[in-house]
């Protein structure tokens, strides 16, 4: 199943979007938007016209505790706006500690300055979107046995 996983942010939300089988994710992009009806609507046209995905997954920023804070309350508003918008499944997921993944991955391969802050969202979209790849084929392999 193609799917996409969007790292929602207020000033640039970062997509990512695997193959059909569900093995390679890749970052197809950021959307640099600051009104959220409009950056909801972009998103679900990426989503339906341009990449053709099948299921979107979006970030939820928990605190380390695992509580909720603005920041999650905010996604969750956007993927229930999305589900509102698309005729697709939209599911929220765990997305504590990937912009900090991201950097340290950018650090590592030395992406500095304007570069890393034009990707970093894209990045960890696509960090996002690894992790809930890996929890599908866990519950397949559970499955199975």
Do not use: H
């Amino acid at each position: 199943m193609k799917i996409m996983a969007v790292d929602f942010g207020e000033a640039r939300t970062g997509l990512a979007v695997c193959d059909r089988t569900e093995f390679l994710a890749s970052p197809v992009g950021v959307i640099q938007e600051r009104d959220f009806e409009t950056c909801v609507k972009k998103v679900a046209y990426a989503a339906t016209k341009e990449l053709g995905v099948e299921m979107i997954v979006v970030g939820l920023p928990k605190n380390m505790d695992g509580t909720l804070g603005s920041r999650a309350e905010l996604c969750q508003k956007f993927a229930k706006a999305l589900k509102a918008l698309i005729p697709l499944p939209v599911e929220l997921w765990d997305e504590r500690q990937t912009t900090m993944q991201a950097t340290t991955y950018l650090n590592e391969i030395n992406v500095k300055g304007q570069k890393r802050k034009e990707i970093i969202d894209e990045v960890a979209a696509t960090i996002i979107l690894e992790s809930y790849l890996q929890y599908r084929k866990n519950q397949k392999n559970q499955a199975s046995n």
